[in-house]
T-cell receptor
Framework: ETGVTQTPRHLVMGMTNKKSLKCEQH?????MYWYKQSAKKPLELMFV???????ENNSVPSRFSPECPNSSHLFLHLHTLQPEDSALYLC?????????????FGPGTRLLVL | SQQGEEDPQALSIQEGENATMNCSYK?????LQWYRQNSGRGLVHLIL???NEREKHSGRLRVTLDTSKKSSSLLITASRAADTASYFC???????????WGAGTKLIIKP
């Protein structure tokens, strides 16, 4: 266990559904991240929150909406997704937002969009 | 754009042999990190090497960094079946704290 939990672990949704992914870290970290991992592609950074403030949004479509109510919780709200959004969505945290720090990953949510 | 590129994309060896994976990158970096991912799971940090370091060890892992060639290697000695996983390198650029990832090397250890 890395101290980062994600729910649900698996999710199947239609293109018109609205769902949310949840991430919680029990490490006292101040930075949290959402990544998208597709088969045979590099990990794609989606969003970064540092001390609850969004500091990065890597040109992610608006159908993905992050929310960080406190430094321990991170959500990814999903709305009208496309089949190409099917992927493993990974949450990570680190002590601060500095890249020289180790990132701790959750187990991921495997998302399938039909 | 992809910063780290691992080589080879896939590697299959016998248990007990050494496994070597390489990572190349394009821009100057602050540090380079290696992570492991078991199938369908999250990534686990293995080792971080800073730009002013040339070699680092952790148990059966040995990482080297050659900033002149913009490359790093990860050596796993005396491999075990449990080492079967995908291995990723990630770099941090001087002026940006984001981790930039490669597509990974899939390592299979045959018993």
């Amino acid at each position: 266990e890395t101290g980062v939990t994600q729910t649900p672990r698996h999710l199947v949704m239609g293109m018109t559904n609205k769902k949310s992914l949840k991430c919680e870290q029990h490490l006292g970290h101040n930075a949290m991240y959402w990544y998208k991992q597709s088969a045979k592609k590099p990990l794609e950074l989606m969003f970064v929150y540092n001390f609850k403030e969004q500091t990065e949004n890597n040109s992610v479509p608006s159908r993905f909406s992050p929310e960080c109510p406190n430094s321990s919780h991170l959500f990814l709200h999903l709305h009208t997704l496309q089949p190409e959004d099917s992927a493993l969505y990974l949450c990570a945290s680190s002590q601060g937002g500095a890249g020289e720090e180790t990132q701790y990953f959750g187990p991921g949510t495997r998302l399938l969009v039909l | 754009s992809q910063q780290g590129e691992e080589d080879p994309q896939a590697l299959s060896i016998q248990e007990g042999e050494n496994a070597t994976m390489n990572c190349s990158y394009k821009t100057s970096i602050n540090n380079l990190q290696w992570y492991r991912q078991n199938s369908g799971r999250g990534l686990v940090h293995l080792i971080l090497i800073r730009s002013n370091e040339r070699e680092k060890h952790s148990g059966r892992l040995r990482v080297t960094l050659d900033t002149s060639k913009k490359s790093s290697s990860l050596l796993i000695t005396a491999s075990r079946a449990a080492d079967t996983a995908s291995y990723f390198c990630a770099t941090v650029k001087d002026s940006n704290y984001q981790l930039i990832w490669g597509a990974g090397t899939k390592l299979i250890i045959k018993p």
